[in-house]
């Protein structure tokens, strides 16, 4: 159980284990400082006892089935001491976690096999029904694999009342909280132990987890402190190992110090396992409930509009990412429809990415899907940079893994909606999870996500005849950058354009001028984004255009028009005849030839060849069926 930021590591087998911290504090009583005082830790400052007071039980826990826990397990045998391992059975047998070969080995040396649910997910933000299946099914799963599993920890010790009883219902006799029990990092005033038997046996209380800044002197203090008030420490490690940059990693040299100062500690001091101190019988086992499927053709996404929220969070999403940048994800006020959205704002990037994106579960909130079907997705989404779906798919128990990419699409001032659609989604997975990113500084407001299966949902229908079929056609909206949104500049040869904005308008307040200087060769113009998304003109395949603009220039200009194919790659398609040169505003149009077979989206703009300065505005482009009149 990690307390740290959850975090997706693309090409990974599972999702990485951490995620928002959890800490409790209480404050002290003068009973308690009274008690710190005699235990010689009040402010942080230890006089160890030199003989255990009271008897103290010690129980070394390990979550998150990091295939380096085999150092600490070999540790613990060499000093004849056992341990509690809690398992993700959805990380088994993927690469960097134990396998169920590693488990037996455990197993057959004393040690505790435990539940920690299928994917690691956070039980409090989760549909009764989702945390269900992930707390009862995990324990099904290393059932079926042949262990004793009574004991539970909660992932990111993210828990409320009702996950209480969900744990209780799912067969435990126990669950372990963290960050409840005093120790220099915090929870000052708290208890120095927890008690046997414990208040709440499904809330049992244990310090905070052990990571790269605890000592030696950390690791005694904690159970010098327990045989002082008497009562039970479990500590909580996740990597054993050296190097990387992990902050829950602990060095062997450190483990083995530790190990071989709790093997001598006095009689009344010993080394337990969970299941050893609670006791109790395997209750019977039991499955959580079976997945609906949701109705044909239906928005396969749960909480779309992220409406509806959990203990502060979007119910049935997560954040995710890799790489070094600090992260920054909330809701905001209002959203694109309904009262919010969610918002991603990253800061000192290096590498990696970060993004929102639907629970990595067992089903109540990923979208379930087919092998070999294409899924057609989309989101609203406002962003200072480029942003791309980033795609994961679950296999198996529950693992999930990196998938692929969608192209990148603009960034843009207002919402716009970004859309792609995927490859057919290979043999062996279940589910999709995706979400827009960020992979560099930045801020990302998305909202109304959807996902459709292609082969079950009818293309939409076209636009209503004579509609504007360009974004942004009278260059009014600003974009992120110097162009106006859902627009960019495009060129080649050898020339020197420069593109700017101006108030001379055709109408409105913005027009774009090109000024184009030095020139040997090629060309220069503004196009509606060559983007996979809706800033490019739709258009149908066989079907004809008739594009426009009003236009100022120095110097003859023409429409280059460009086409995106079947595979999303554009390509030039053609050119119109010669507009002369004005000096008052004018109206270009072309018709062009029938769209090729497998394009489905055109592009187009005035260009000058020539050194000389070019306004534009009021672009417009109509299917020649039910275009208006010039």
Avoid at 135 to 159: E, H, K, Q
Avoid at 290 to 302: D, E, M, R, Y
Avoid at 424 to 429: F, I, N, S, V, Y
Avoid at 607 to 621: C, E, P, Q, R, S
Wanted: glycine share 10%; aromatic share 10%; hydrophobic share 40%.
């Amino acid at each position: 159980m990690s307390t740290q930021r959850n975090r997706i590591s693309p090409p990974i087998s599972a999702p990485g284990t951490s995620g928002r911290r959890r800490w409790f504090a209480w404050m002290a009583t003068a009973l308690a400082i009274v008690v710190m005082a005699s235990a010689g830790i009040a402010d942080g400052i230890t006089a160890a006892p030199a003989q255990a007071a009271n008897p103290a039980v010690i129980t070394l826990t390990f979550d998150d089935a990091n295939a380096d826990q085999l150092t600490a397990a070999s540790i613990m045998k060499t000093n004849g001491l056992h341990g509690t391992f809690y398992i993700p059975s959805g990380y088994v047998n993927q690469p960097g976690y134990l396998s169920v070969a590693n488990l037996q080995g455990l197993a057959a040396d004393g040690n505790e096999i435990a539940g920690h649910t299928v994917t690691h997910p956070d039980l409090a933000t989760l549909p009764a029904d989702e945390a269900t299946r992930q707390v009862c099914n995990d324990r099904v799963n290393l059932s079926n694999w042949g262990f004793r599993i009574t004991s539970f920890a909660y992932p990111f010790a993210s828990l409320t009342p009702a996950t209480e009883t969900i744990v209780n219902n799912c067969g435990y006799n126990s669950a372990r909280s963290l960050g409840d029990i005093q120790t220099r990092f915090g929870c000052r005033g708290c208890a120095l132990a927890e008690s046997i038997p414990p208040a709440d046996p499904f809330q049992m209380q244990a310090p905070d987890e052990v990571d790269n800044t605890w000592t030696l002197a950390d690791l005694q203090r904690t159970v010098t402190q327990a045989e002082t008030a008497g009562g039970w420490m479990q500590l909580t490690f996740h990597h054993i190992g050296t190097g990387g940059t992990d902050p829950l990693i602990v060095s062997p040299t450190l483990f083995t110090q530790f190990a071989t100062w709790l093997k001598a500690r006095p009689a009344t001091t010993t080394v337990k396992t969970i299941d050893q101190v609670i006791g109790g019988p395997v209750k019977a086992l039991v499955s959580g409930p079976v997945v609906a499927p949701k109705p044909v053709g239906s928005n396969l996404i749960t909480n779309p509009g992220v409406e509806t929220l959990t203990n502060g969070v979007p119910q049935c999403w997560q954040n995710g990412g890799y790489g070094t940048n600090t992260p920054t994800f909330t809701t905001v006020s209002p959203g694109r429809t309904g009262s919010r959205a969610v918002q991603l704002r990253v800061a000192g990037y290096v590498s990696g990415d970060a993004k929102w994106l639907p629970a990595l579960d067992l089903g109540g909130c990923s979208p379930n899907a087919t092998v070999g079907h294409s899924y057609a997705l989309g989101a609203w989404y406002k962003s200072t940079a480029p942003t791309q779906f980033e795609l994961y798919y679950r296999t198996g128990l529950g693992s999930w893994t990196y998938w692929t990419a969608s192209p990148f699409f603009a960034g843009s001032t207002s919402y716009l909606k970004a859309t792609w659609t995927t490859p057919p989604l290979p043999a062996g997975a279940s589910a999709i999870s995706f979400g827009l990113n960020l992979v560099s500084n930045g801020t990302l407001t998305t909202d109304d996500y959807e996902m459709f299966d292609s082969t079950a949902t009818p293309p939409p229908p076209p636009p209503p005849a004579g509609s504007n079929l360009v974004q942004n056609a009278s260059l009014e909206t600003a974009g992120t950058g110097s162009t106006p949104q859902c627009w960019q500049t495009s060129g080649f040869g050898t020339n020197t354009p420069v593109f700017s904005t101006v108030a001379t308008a055709h109408s409105g307040t913005k027009a774009e001028r090109l000024v184009m200087s030095g020139y040997s060769s090629g060309d220069a113009k503004l196009l509606p984004t060559l983007d996979s998304t809706s800033c490019a003109p739709a258009a149908i395949a066989g079907h004809t255009y008739s594009v426009r603009a009003w236009y100022t220039s120095t110097a003859v200009t023409q429409f280059a028009l460009y086409y995106r194919d079947a595979s999303g790659t554009w390509v030039y398609w053609t050119s119109s005849p010669w507009f002369a040169a004005a000096a008052a505003y004018t109206q270009a149009s072309f018709t062009t030839p029938a769209l090729p077979a497998g394009a489905t989206a055109v592009s187009f703009g005035l260009n000058l060849f020539n050194n000389g300065t070019l306004v534009t505005d009021d672009y417009a482009m109509y299917d020649s069926v039910g275009a208006p009149a010039l």
